[in-house]
């Protein structure tokens, strides 16, 4: 079955809760509504051979309604394409189907995505931080985080530690570090603390002075 | 001052008869392998549930060496973001190089010319010699066999080398620009490649002869770490981890970039599954890159290796000090980067450890929204507890090195 044709059918079968495709550079991408994906994946998967889940991702679109979305990527080894799933999540009711069911490996995808943006997957087995440690308050990749970090508390079992500091702005990788004044001034990310990211993100269309 | 300690002794018989009761009972132990252990290749931590010698359960905990890359992707431009590719898996920066810069020009919809192509196979190409012979090495030490890793760490140093002569850097490349290359390769480099292509094969058969044979090797490889095709494909595993299972997916076949195309090679394939499939995989694929470079230098087409569009990379350093137009492209793709259309793209390369995929978002402007790295070395670590069930506490060394991943990729 060709992809034109699974769509078709997955259209017919899911009706409103599938819109697009979309294309752009040769990649299809599929708009699915949060209550279908499992059923949209679980097609792919056994009615057209899409077996390999090779990309889950969360994206923030901060300012947009709904905020965030989750990417699926799914792959056909037999038919030898891609088509990209995107489910659209809102800020207030930030869940998701889990496939882990219809991929083992969507496992650490999803928990990858919850760590970093927050949403969490219903249904998955085990539904914890992967990359940053448990017990940590923040989803880093949301764009309100800011790049200098916030302050947090490490757990007790840490060494050698009792808070995790912020990044050095000064010095640090993405400043000019010749460190006189008109240079730092001429780097917009040396202001990227908490405050700033949220002037900014009240702001938008303000320009930064340079 | 003295204090006086008091402790009960217990009298060894009944200590022996407790331990032995308990074993009786079945009682299992959770221990801790990592982040320091030297098998681990980096900072994974394992935590393993035994009964006796028998790993029961594995749970890999991996996040020890994040950095944030896909957060500070964001805040800067898309030429910005080559160096933190040396870094993600560093022992192959020149592939990661490779496959970022083919992501970022698949967003702008650009081609680059015929022979930037052709140095980006061979950077590729010796980035997975060099991974594989790491990987080998490392696999060879980790279950015995001592001289396997100076054999393998002397070839090594001839392709650092090599990184150096054609990138000035040994270690963190950055050879790529997007659209194109940092420079041409320098004209002592393509005589430096034949030598090494010439010398390198006779080191595969020295390795060859010293492990493939091998009788402690064999048995300590064979039968371990079994993953079965459906396990495989169910899990994402890519790269030779997913050829050892038997797959034939390898994306330079399958979705051929940076023209493969025009190169003749075989993908080989195991038949079992187990740690001494990935193995020959692996030591197949170096004498298939050895041919693939081979090709590449006899091959070589002539001509400039970046892509004429001024808006994209940097022009001559001398026309931007002597012309108005040069000068304003100079200062527009430094301080706002290219102007990327508004969409998203996922682009991804065979890397040595397998499918390394650029997932970028992108709003329009010189900053991707979202840059999303899909690491091999994080999708296959998920294969581990499959893999280790039932094998003995050392054999894990075995698994752990067969799945050959590196944890600055996996964490990012």
Redesign the interface.
């Known amino acids: 079955m060709t992809l034109q044709a699974a769509i078709d059918r997955l259209k017919v079968r899911l009706g409103e809760a599938v819109s697009g495709p979309v294309e ?2 040769g ?1 299809t ?1 599929l708009t699915v509504s949060p209550g279908k994906i499992v059923a949209a994946c679980e097609f792919f998967k056994k009615e057209c051979g899409f ?5 889950l ?1 969360g ?3 901060y300012g947009e309604d709904p905020r965030y979305e989750v ?1 699926y ?1 799914l792959y056909s ?1 037999a038919q ?1 394409c ?1 088509v ?1 799933l995107k489910v659209r999540v809102s800020e207030e009711d930030m869940v998701v189907d889990s496939v882990t069911s219809v ?3 969507a ?3 999803e928990r990858e995505a919850f760590d ?1 943006f927050g949403i969490r997957f219903r249904g998955h087995p085990n539904l914890k ?5 448990e017990g940590y308050p923040h989803h ?2 949301r764009k309100d ?1 800011p ?1 200098a970090g916030i302050p947090a508390e490490l757990p007790e079992s840490a060494v050698n530690a009792d808070t995790v500091r912020s990044a050095p702005m000064l010095g640090g ?2 400043v000019a570090s010749d460190g006189t004044r008109s240079s730092i001034r001429r780097e917009p ?1 040396q202001y ?1 603390t908490l405050a700033e990211r949220q002037e900014k993100l009240a702001h938008p269309t303000k320009k930064e002075s340079v | 001052m003295t204090t006086k300690h008091e402790m009960e002794l217990i009298d060894s018989a009944a200590r022996a008869q407790q331990v032995m009761e308990e074993e009786l009972a079945g009682e299992k132990m959770v221990i801790n392998m990592g982040p320091q252990h030297p098998s681990t290749h980096g900072v994974l931590r394992v935590v393993l549930e035994l009964d006796g010698e028998e790993i029961v359960n594995a749970w890999p905990d ?2 020890y060496l ?1 950095r ?1 890359d ?3 992707a ?3 431009t898309y030429t910005q973001f080559i160096p933190y590719t040396d870094r993600l898996d560093y022992l192959a920066p020149l592939a990661n190089n490779v496959t970022y810069a083919y992501a970022v020009e ?2 702008l ?1 650009m081609d680059v010319p015929p022979r930037c192509k052709y140095i980006r196979v061979i950077c590729a190409e010796l980035a997975r010699i060099s991974s594989h012979l790491l990987g080998l090495g490392s696999f060879g030490m980790d279950v015995g066999a001592m001289t396997v890793f100076l054999y393998t760490f002397r070839e090594r140093e001839k392709i650092y080398d090599m990184a150096e002569c054609i990138s000035g850097a040994r270690f963190t490349t950055s050879y790529t620009r997007i659209g194109g290359l940092a420079h041409d390769m320098p004209p002592e480099f393509v005589p430096m490649l034949r030598k090494f292509l010439k010398e390198f094969p006779a080191t595969i058969d020295e390795v060859d002869k010293l492990l493939t044979r091998n009788r402690i090797f064999c048995e300590r490889a064979r039968g371990i770490g079994m993953l079965t095709k459906a396990d495989a ?5 890519t790269g030779p981890c997913l050829r050892g299972s038997g ?1 034939d ?1 390898d994306i330079r076949k ?2 051929p970039y940076s023209s493969y195309e025009d190169f003749e090679f075989e993908v080989p394939l195991g038949s079992v599954g187990d740690s001494y499939d990935r193995y020959l995989v692996r030591m197949e694929e170096m004498r298939q890159s050895v041919r693939i470079l081979q090709q590449a230098i006899d091959n070589l087409p002539d001509g400039p290796v970046n892509s004429p569009d001024a808006k994209i990379l940097l022009p001559d350093k001398e026309a931007v000090l002597t012309k108005m137009e040069e000068l304003i492209h100079h200062f527009i793709n430094v301080t706002e980067g290219i102007n990327a259309p508004p ?4 682009f ?1 390369a065979e890397n040595p450890k397998g ?1 390394l ?1 650029f ?1 970028i ?1 992108s709003k329009g402007g010189g900053t991707p ?2 840059l ?1 790295i ?1 690491s091999p070395s ?2 296959n ?2 294969a581990l507890p499959i893999m280790a069930k039932g094998h003995m506490m050392s054999d894990m060394v075995t698994i752990l090195a067969s799945l050959d991943f590196v944890m600055g990729e996996c ?2």
């Open positions: 752009f550079r990649e991408t077996d390999m889940l090779t990309d991702s994206v923030d679109n990417d990527l080894l030898r891609h990209r991929w083992r490996g496992d650490w995808h970093m931080r992967i990359l940053m440690w880093p990749l985080f790049l990788p993405f990310r990227d | 991996v996040g994040h944030g896909e957060k500070i964001e805040n800067m698949k967003l919809g494909i169910d899990l994402g595993v797959v997916w399958a979705h969409g998203e793209v996922y991804s499918e995929g997932y978002v929204h979202r999303k899909r994080f999708v670590l998920q964490d990012r």
